[in-house]
């Protein structure tokens, strides 16, 4: 088991005095600041620290690739202390029973650039709700927060998906995983797109993300014009700011944005979503202007949880 490639230079670079690089491991430069610190607290009085160290312990577990499962033991490392995130879980599953030539190639080529674009802060939890959505979009079902992991080794065991082999997969997860970022971290560079992801993040939609990352797909090759797309994006907003001025309930949102790309006539792109959100019926409805201007009359919108936008 390796250390990620930020990861492995840093502890490399503190250990040989060298200058760490600009996108340098943050955990592991404040974890040495840290233990520098105590040892410089401790003066003259060096006892304790050689009794700190005499009691580390280094395990070195070898495996027998004919006899032993690699992943399992990772899996079984859930149940000791902090658990994994699902995104360690599903590089590990991809990457880990390859040959070391492919791993490499695949995590330089893909995972890595992934890593860089989600940010070492926030890696772990962007990483995971990207995937929650990316599966909600692939398989039509909403995967549990907390079963993200298993819902994607079922996704990565589908006929389909064996047939098309593990490169094809980790590449449309590094393409959807780009547009995810576009859309929910600000990465978006067309200044329109931008402005109407800005104000999108800002209404909380996370829901619509599924839908919304089949739509940039279709925007990146060409199905989807620029202008439509945007209007695409206004219309979810509008839908989402309506329905919470008329306080209808949102536990409808996350079956109305899973199953959204269903009803699409990408022949008719812009006027098959417009369709669609118009005959929404009952709870799951598209506010007319005269319900919107009623309920703007008389709900107390200065506690309004959305009243910054």
């Known amino acids: 088991m390796l250390l990620t490639q930020t990861d492995k230079a840093s502890p490399l670079a503190l250990v040989q005095q060298k200058l760490q690089s600009a996108d340098q491991s943050l955990r592991i430069t404040e974890n040495f600041a840290f233990f520098e610190e105590q040892v410089k607290n401790l003066g003259d009085n060096l006892s304790a620290l050689c009794r700190g160290l005499a009691k580390l312990v280094v395990v070195d577990i070898a495996l027998s690739r004919d006899q032993d499962n690699p992943q399992l033991i990772f899996e079984s490392m859930n149940s000791t202390g902090r658990e994994l995130s699902q995104a360690d879980l599903i590089r590990n599953f991809v990457l880990m029973g390859l040959e070391p030539s492919r791993q490499t190639q695949l995590y330089e080529d893909h995972w890595r650039p992934m890593e860089v674009g989600f940010g070492q802060g926030g890696y772990g939890s962007h990483f995971d709700s990207f995937m929650r959505h990316y599966l909600t979009l692939k398989t039509g079902e909403i995967p549990n927060v907390r079963a993200v992991y298993e819902a994607f080794k079922t996704?990565?065991?589908?006929?389909?998906i064996v047939e098309g082999g593990v490169n094809a997969l980790v590449a449309d997860i590094h393409a959807f995983a780009g547009y995810y970022c576009a859309m929910?971290?600000?990465?978006?560079?067309?200044?329109?797109?931008?402005?109407?992801?800005?104000?999108?993040?800002?209404?909380?939609?996370?829901?619509?993300?599924?839908?919304l990352l089949e739509l940039y797909d279709d925007f990146v090759h060409d199905r989807l014009e620029t202008a439509d797309f945007e209007c695409a994006v206004?219309?979810?907003?509008?839908?989402?700011?309506?329905?919470?001025?008329?306080?209808?309930?949102?536990?409808?949102?996350?079956?109305?944005?899973?199953?959204?790309?269903r009803s699409l006539r990408k022949d008719r792109y812009l006027e098959s979503i417009q369709a669609y959100l118009l005959t929404l019926p009952s709870y799951?409805?598209?506010?007319?202007?005269?319900?919107?201007?009623r309920e703007l009359s008389v709900r107390d919108l200065y506690n309004f949880p959305r009243r910054s936008y």
């Open 184 to 211: 929910a971290l600000g990465k978006e560079t067309d200044k329109r797109l931008a402005e109407a992801f800005r104000e999108l993040r800002e209404l909380k939609v996370d829901v619509a993300y599924p839908f």
């Open 155 to 160: 996704h990565a065991r589908t006929p389909e």
């Open 234 to 261: 206004r219309l979810v907003e509008a839908y989402v700011f309506r329905r919470a001025v008329c306080a209808i309930p949102t536990n409808s949102l996350n079956k109305t944005f899973a199953t959204f790309g």
């Open 284 to 293: 799951r409805r598209f506010p007319g202007d005269e319900e919107l201007k």
